[in-house]
């Protein structure tokens, strides 16, 4: 199985759907802010094993979302 990641406008989200449905395959939808809360965890996961994430990027990514220093 392989994944495909595609970004399309928002008009042609339901073209596309029902294309792959027509084809049997799976589709999902991911939000911009879904893609990246999962770059953040990524990014703790790994800033728990190592310290090689600068703590200037956490706060960067942090203050992005709303968080006050």
Request: net charge positive.
């Amino acid at each position: 199985m392989k994944t495909v990641i595609v970004n399309i406008p928002n008009e042609k989200e339901r073209t596309l759907i029902s294309f792959l449905k027509k084809n049997r395959m799976r589709s999902r939808v991911v939000s911009e802010e879904e893609m990246e809360e999962a770059a953040l965890a990524k990014w703790i996961d790994a800033g728990m094993k190592s310290e090689d994430i600068p703590v200037q990027k956490v706060f960067e990514l942090l203050r992005k979302h709303g968080a006050n220093r």
